[in-house]
């Protein structure tokens, strides 16, 4: 069983940067595309950015690009997904999202949150002006 925990969410100026990472508790995630995803007070859940298995591709949102960059580190016992987040904007403040699926496809990847079938507890990110 895919069990998610994000960690690295915490309290920030404008301006400053903050590192996510997520990890599973059970299985590997090499074989799992992985996204971050962010909702924010009052708002739907919204795609930031996802990664391949391969880590080869990468897309993100539009409001992110340019200062927030995903990445994922393929260990041989263990996968860590990070979102590095720079130049942080009060509209970047959320509660973020790991979302991961199973894929045999090297360079798959994808926006669309219902595509996630494992879902971290969220870890909260408060961008202060």
């Known amino acids: 069983q895919v069990q998610l925990v994000e960690s690295g969410g915490g309290l920030v100026q404008a301006g400053g940067s903050l590192r996510l990472s997520c990890a599973s508790s059970?299985?590997?995630?090499?074989?799992?595309?992985m996204g971050w995803f962010r909702r924010a007070p009052g708002k739907v859940r919204e795609f930031v950015a996802t990664i391949s298995t391969s880590g080869a591709a990468t897309d993100s949102a539009d409001s992110v690009k340019g200062r927030f960059t995903i990445s994922r580190d393929n260990a041989k016992t263990t996968t860590t997904v990070y979102l590095q987040m720079n130049s942080l904007k009060p509209e970047d403040t959320a509660v973020y999202y790991c979302g991961a699926r199973y894929s045999s496809g090297a360079d798959y990847y994808t926006s669309v949150e219902d595509d996630y079938h494992y879902w971290g507890q969220g870890t909260q990110v408060t961008v202060s002006s």
């Open positions: 059970g299985p590997t995630l090499s074989n799992y595309v």
